[in-house]
Every structure is written in structure tokens, then in C-alpha cells.
């Protein structure tokens, strides 16, 4: 009771955490599906998933058991609703992420030498960070295709497996953790973290500059000229 952290695997109705914050920092934790709830706090931005309110996305301001009231971005009104319909959210929502065919956080690619994620999106465009960590203004009419690395692969700063999903923080500047929202041809890794104040919670990092916090898979040599 009172253990929280971030869910590593879902196996039927048990879900494995990786605790944070409390004695067992770090360590996995095995608890039955009906006994875990999304956690929010004050000050926390999040979007809501499903309902009448689908889409809008507001500040929490306080939470009671598993309701959440948060002020609304659009219509700066008080909204209470079941932690969860809720998701944590990367940017202030205008009703809807998706413009043409393309949505937050997808992976698009600009030009034969060019991909970047959708950080940010605007009534008829979006600000793109690129694999070079540079930003750019894109319309839908300027993206070649959208990019799918949901099974790419790339190994960490030991060799480790990395996949979409998984947790990690830099080893190399500046100490950040994340999630890895994508891998670029094993050698670029998008992440995302909401206390990251630039770029929506987006940045960019090559893969051998991170550490897994839950290493998995065989350890991987590699071969250095």
C-alpha cells in the first residue's frame, strides 16, 4: 500500500512497477491490476483521455482518492474527473493534437537526410525537433512520411537493449531522465520528460549517451576502431 513508480510490464492482471521515491527505490514491485491507479499531484499537466472533455488539457490543482480537479487550458474552469480518464500531457491542448494526417509526438521524416518528432502542434502547422536538435516550423504538406519505430532497437552506453518505451537517463551533459518516445536507425534516441521546460519535455541524444534504469536483454560489445 502507498507504493508508487513507473509500470515496467503488464503480464494479465499483474502489473510490474519500478518503485520510486520510497525504501525500495529502484526495485521491482509485482501488484494486482485492480489495486493500481494513476498518481497525479498539484501542479502536474495532464490531458483527458476519453468523455465530453476528450482532448483538453488543464493543471491539476488537487486530487481526493482518485479524483482529479485540474483548471482547464481552454476555458480556465475547474474540472473534476477519475485519474483514469487522465494522462500526464506534453503541451496545452487546443481541442485536438492531430493536423492532417500527423499528431504530437509521431516521428515524421522532413527529407532524405531528416527526421524529427512532433513537439508542438498549431492550427495548420507544428514545430519539429529534429535528430540535430535543431527546430523547425513544418506544414503537413512538407512531411515525405510518417516514421514507425515501435520494434527499432538500439543498445545503451553498456551495451544494454533499448526500446519505445523504456526509461532511461543521460550519462553524457546534462543529467536528464525519460522515456524513449523513438530510435532513429539505432543511433538517435527521442525522449520525452514533463519537467523539461523546452520544446514541449522533448529532447534528442544518441543512444550510446544513455543508461537504462531497467536494463534487460543480453549485454551487447561494442567494437570500437
Do not use: W
Not at 492532417?100 to 524529427?116: A, C, P, S
Not at 551495451?159 to 553524457?172: A, Q, S, T, Y
Not at 544513455?210 to 536494463?215: F, G, I
Amino acid at each position: 500500500s502507498g507504493v508508487h513508480g513507473v509500470v515496467d510490464s503488464i503480464n494479465q492482471d499483474v502489473v510490474t512497477i519500478m518503485a520510486v521515491g520510497i525504501d525500495i527505490d529502484g526495485q521491482k514491485v509485482d501488484i494486482p491490476a485492480c489495486s493500481v491507479q494513476k498518481r497525479f499531484k498539484p501542479g502536474d499537466h495532464i490531458k483527458v483521455m476519453t468523455g465530453q472533455n476528450t482532448d483538453e488539457t488543464g493543471l491539476v490543482v488537487s486530487v481526493s482518492d482518485n479524483v482529479v480537479t485540474f483548471v482547464s487550458d481552454m476555458t480556465m474552469q475547474e474540472v473534476s474527473l477519475f485519474s483514469k480518464d487522465l494522462r500526464e500531457a506534453a503541451e496545452v491542448g487546443t481541442g485536438t493534437d492531430i493536423v492532417g494526417n500527423y499528431e504530437l509526438h509521431d516521428l515524421v521524416q522532413l527529407d532524405l537526410q531528416t527526421v524529427g518528432i512532433i513537439f508542438k502542434t498549431e492550427r495548420d502547422s507544428f514545430q519539429v525537433l529534429d535528430q540535430n536538435g535543431q527546430v523547425q516550423l513544418v506544414q503537413p504538406h512538407q512531411i515525405s512520411m510518417q516514421q514507425d519505430s515501435l520494434q527499432a532497437t538500439a543498445t545503451d552506453s553498456e551495451g544494454h537493449e533499448l526500446r519505445v518505451n523504456d526509461n532511461i537517463r543521460k550519462i553524457k551533459g546534462e543529467n536528464r531522465k525519460g522515456r524513449v518516445l523513438h530510435i532513429h536507425q539505432s543511433f538517435f534516441a527521442f525522449l520525452h520528460n514533463h519537467d523539461v521546460p523546452e520544446n514541449g519535455g522533448v529532447f534528442v541524444t544518441h543512444c550510446h549517451s544513455l543508461a537504462s534504469l531497467a536494463p534487460k536483454g543480453m549485454t551487447v560489445t561494442r567494437i570500437r576502431n
